[in-house]
């Protein structure tokens, strides 16, 4: 068990074509027994950016559509988190599996998302010899070792009924139903409308409750990740009485245990040596000279550099009230971009003259910079996102 204040290894069960079968029943059981599912998916690419940003939502979905329909979904990754009603509140168990998958049907594979890819770890050779093969659409495959493949476990995902979790995840869901599902619709109102009946218990984007419910400077995956670490293990530390969660991990043992990669999830700490952060890549999880940057990436310095900022910042106001007498209207603004950095700003995803008040009606504002983050989904578009209840999208 851990409380999150300290590293973190995680277990992650390894799943290809030699052993998917052996592990289905594993899978449907901590599918079906799970109080919420998170999902996220490796692609070969999304094709033409432009498209992407374009102002009109529905010529982004024709754009997601066509990357969907002629770009592949390379690995899906799927954690189950089952509530412990037994131990401290907000307990969860976690069983976390990573399926390696091998589109059977011709698909285009961007020499920019193999790069990316590659960078961070992905084996294209083991997909290759080992990759759990699947047909597109709804109408192939339904042969496949009396029905044991990738499109009958996502119809068990279906039939759970449970709240999936994403973090900016419209094109992860597109990718999904046009894999697993059926063939895209034409409309975006169709393909939203289906989302609610197919996922009724919800769909949650992590992307927007760090954007417009918690405030976050940054909202790319690992940033999020470890800024909401850290802050849980702080309290958990103090004694806090709010909300505190803990995550346990299934023992694995016998044969099972040889599928299990344990990948460990370091405690943010204080760095040592490069010290001048890249600021493109403190906004948005990205840099165009990637590895090649002579600014750092470390994504713990960027928070605690972050945080001393947002100190800064409070201090200021808390003199600027003081100078006042009564305070008045001009005490405390609301804006997203109140505590950011002040050399972070004009890097920032939300454009600050643009950014509501109210929370509840705030929408992002694209940003024309990158499309490639590390959110572990390939030169993904950070600014989009699932974000009305309308869409699917209960936050």
């Not at 589109?103 to 960078?119: H, K, R, T």
């Not at 393909?191 to 197919?198: G, K, N, V, Y």
């Not at 293990?233 to 043992?253: I, K, M, P």
Request: with cysteine; proline share 5%; aromatic share 10%.
């Amino acid at each position: 068990e851990t409380n999150m204040a300290s590293s973190m290894v995680v277990p992650v069960i390894d799943v290809q074509n030699d052993n998917f079968k052996e592990l289905w029943p594993a899978m449907v059981v901590a599918i079906k027994s799970s109080s919420f599912v998170a999902v996220d998916t490796e692609l070969s690419g999304l094709g033409n950016r432009k498209s992407l940003l374009a102002e009109s939502i529905e010529d982004r979905y024709k754009a997601i559509c066509h990357a969907a329909r002629s770009r592949s979904i390379l690995s899906l990754g799927i954690a189950c988190y089952k509530k412990l009603d037994y131990k401290a509140a907000d307990t969860y168990l976690v069983q976390v599996y990573n399926l390696t998958l091998l589109c059977s049907e011709e698909y285009i594979i961007e020499p920019q998302s193999v790069q990316f890819l590659v960078q961070h770890g992905f084996d294209f050779n083991k997909q290759y010899a080992h990759g759990i093969p699947y047909c597109k659409g709804n109408n192939k495959g339904g042969s496949d070792d009396r029905g044991v493949h990738i499109r009958a476990l996502f119809t068990e995902l279906l039939r759970a009924r449970k709240p999936l979790v994403l973090h900016n995840g419209l094109i992860d869901m597109a990718f999904l139903y046009q894999s697993f599902y059926a063939h895209l619709p034409e409309r975006l109102a169709t393909f939203t409308a289906d989302l609610s009946e197919m996922f009724p218990a919800g769909i949650y984007d992590t992307k927007y409750v760090t954007e417009f419910e918690l405030r976050l400077t940054a909202s790319y995956l690992e940033y999020a990740y470890k800024k909401c670490k850290l802050d849980n293990s702080r309290s958990v530390t103090s004694g806090g009485t709010g909300l505190n969660v803990h995550v346990e991990f299934c023992q694995y043992a016998g044969d099972m245990s040889s599928y299990v990669d344990y990948r460990v999830c370091p405690a943010v700490a204080s760095p040592e040596g490069q010290t001048d952060i890249c600021q493109r890549f403190s906004a948005f999880g990205w840099c165009p000279n990637g590895t090649q940057c002579p600014l750092s990436h470390d994504t713990d310095l960027i928070i605690l550099q972050d945080e001393k900022g947002m100190g800064d910042k409070r201090k200021k106001r808390k003199r600027q009230r003081n100078k006042k007498r009564g305070g008045g209207e001009a005490a405390e603004g609301s804006s997203v971009f109140d505590g950011a950095p002040e050399n972070k700003i004009p890097h920032m995803e939300v454009d600050p003259e643009e950014a509501p008040d109210d929370q509840g009606g705030a929408e992002p504002c694209p940003e024309s910079g990158p499309l490639m983050d590390s959110d572990g989904n390939t030169q993904r578009y950070e600014g989009e996102n699932m974000n009305t209840d309308s869409e699917g999208n209960g936050v």
